[in-house]
């Protein structure tokens, strides 16, 4: 069983290398350094998310939230608010960074997608990614924010302080002729 995981692995970074030109000598020490077989995240938690929005919550102008995945030991902050850059490639969904740049993630529609960097280098650079998702249940109230907000503005928040949600893909890491420029 474990050498067919590591066959699947090992034949998945051959079409990596092929589908995205990399010399497979760079994939192999890469690989080498880093068994991606093992570092395979299951789920991760998001902890206290907060936000602002005009209207209960179907959209938010800004947020906040802690990212934790166990398998990596992955923990990081994550923002957004109106200067908040897409850190992603072009014609694509936006992505944004966390504190630790090797977690993006991308909120829609009440539901937040995390990408993590798997086996990244020193650069936190990589040539896999994980992604995963989760329903982000909000609660709001104009009260928290009524003597302070100018634009009618209101606190929201998730229902519980910490959820969780579940990686349910392993690609390649999509090419970005603008991640020099962030």
Known sequence: MRFQVLYSVWL?????????N???????????????????????????????STDSGETLTSFNFGYLEKTNNVTTQCHFNSSSENVGPPDRTPRFACENKIT????????????????????????VEASGAAVVELECDDADLSTN???????????EA?????????????????????
């Open 12 to 20: 998945g970074l051959a079409a990596i290398a092929v589908a995205r």
């Open 22 to 52: 990399i010399p497979m000598p760079k994939l192999a020490r890469q690989a080498n350094d880093c068994d991606i077989s093992t570092h395979l995240p299951a789920e991760f938690s998001i902890l206290d998310f907060k936000g602002q």
């Open 104 to 127: 993006k993630f991308i909120y829609q529609d009440q539901r937040i997608t995390l990408i993590q960097a798997i086996c990244p280098d020193a650069n936190g650079d990589a040539l």
């Open 149 to 159: 907000s100018t634009d009618g503005s209101e606190l929201c928040k998730s229902k």
């Open 162 to 182: 910490e959820f969780s949600g579940k990686f349910f893909s392993l690609s390649p890491v999509p090419p970005n002729p603008n991640a020099g420029a962030v």
